[in-house]
């Protein structure tokens, strides 16, 4: 079986009876411009669509040396808030025309420096990632040759762009009513080494505090930010208790699908706990358990992310270079 063959230009031309250049400015849209006869600029796009011909896109960046391309780095693209971030970014990206590469890194940093070595060597023409890294030396480095931005997380005080959700304050807003009237709050969060975890543990504490509820040492603790994690933590914890707890408060919505899977599954949907969260998701309004979240604004996310890397590219100076954006608490419990 013979392999398909990739229309060029080339054959655009010799189909069309004119010069490889003829056909390349027609192709380009600059035909009109440089008075390139009707009857010809018709001719080559016909025969243009009847091969369903296609410009490269390797061919395209040499011309303007962009590939038109962008990069996006997650830890994890089942995570309900990263996809739903990455498909307004994809739309956005796919309105301009523009090329959207997702790379996943499973929270490791080692495959996030493969992750973003792959994308570089596919000539993107910027990156926006949500680093599970320690520090931003690698990425300061890499800021020298394209366009870095960060979002979701904060990594120390790095001074490359970024675009974020506020988590203190939101956090302490949501848990600090609840507080008032339980005597145990437990907190789930993942790895305590990323900025989302120690976010929003400063103001889980902070609500606590505001409520007069002093923080236990064992309410503290501390996983992945998955479904088998929060199953595992509250499996864990019920056993060590007996019971429920009072309270709790997932650090994302993982965590959260963890606890609710294990709750259905030991017929405990009823039993007297109080659930908030970070993170909504679509499908708590379904649900006869009520959770309290906070609710970021993932479209805002990425229109900002969009816009910033943009413009970077573009050659702009960034006028905020840190953005925060406010996040939303939205009640569900009377």
Request: proline content about 4%; hydrophobic content about 40%; charged content about 20%.
């Amino acid at each position: 079986m013979n392999k398909p063959k990739r229309v060029t230009i080339n054959d655009i031309a010799s189909l069309a009876g004119v010069s490889k250049s003829t056909a390349s400015l027609v192709l380009n849209g600059r035909g009109k411009e440089l008075r390139v006869a009707e009857a010809t600029r018709q001719r080559v796009m016909e025969i243009a669509q009847m091969t369903h011909y296609q410009p490269s896109i390797h061919a395209r960046a040499l011309n303007n040396s962009r590939s038109h391309t962008i990069g996006l780095v997650v830890p994890e693209m089942t995570n309900h808030g990263f996809a739903t971030f990455s498909h307004a970014l994809e739309t956005l990206c796919r309105d301009a025309g523009l090329q959207l590469l997702i790379a996943c890194t499973d929270e490791n940093s080692s495959q996030e420096t493969l992750a973003v070595n792959n994308l570089i060597q596919r000539q993107v023409d910027g990156l926006i990632v949500a680093s599970s890294q320690l520090n931003d030396s690698e990425y300061q480095q890499l800021s020298r040759q394209l366009p870095v931005l960060l979002f979701d997380r904060h990594l120390g005080d790095s001074t490359l762009p970024l675009v974020i959700s506020e988590s203190i304050i939101s956090t302490a807003t949501l848990v600090e009513p609840i507080a008032r009237e339980v005597e145990e709050f437990y907190f789930f969060g993942g790895q305590p080494r990323i900025s989302p975890t120690r976010d929003r543990l400063a103001g889980f504490r902070q609500g606590l505090e505001q409520a007069g509820l002093a923080v236990q040492p064992e309410w503290i603790l501390h996983g992945h930010y998955n479904a088998s994690s929060g199953y595992e933590m509250f499996a864990e914890l019920v056993m060590r208790l007996g019971r429920v707890p009072q309270a709790l408060f997932c650090a994302a919505c993982g965590l959260q699908e963890g606890v609710l899977r294990y709750l259905s599954q030991h017929h405990l949907l009823s039993a007297p706990v109080r659930l908030c969260s970070f993170d909504d998701h679509y499908l708590y309004d379904a649900l006869s358990v009520k959770i309290d979240t906070v609710m970021q604004d993932n479209r805002q996310l990425a229109w900002r992310c969009f816009e910033t890397l943009t413009g970077l590219i573009d050659g702009k100076l960034t006028e905020t270079p840190h953005i925060y954006l406010p996040a939303r608490v939205r009640r569900r419990t009377p």
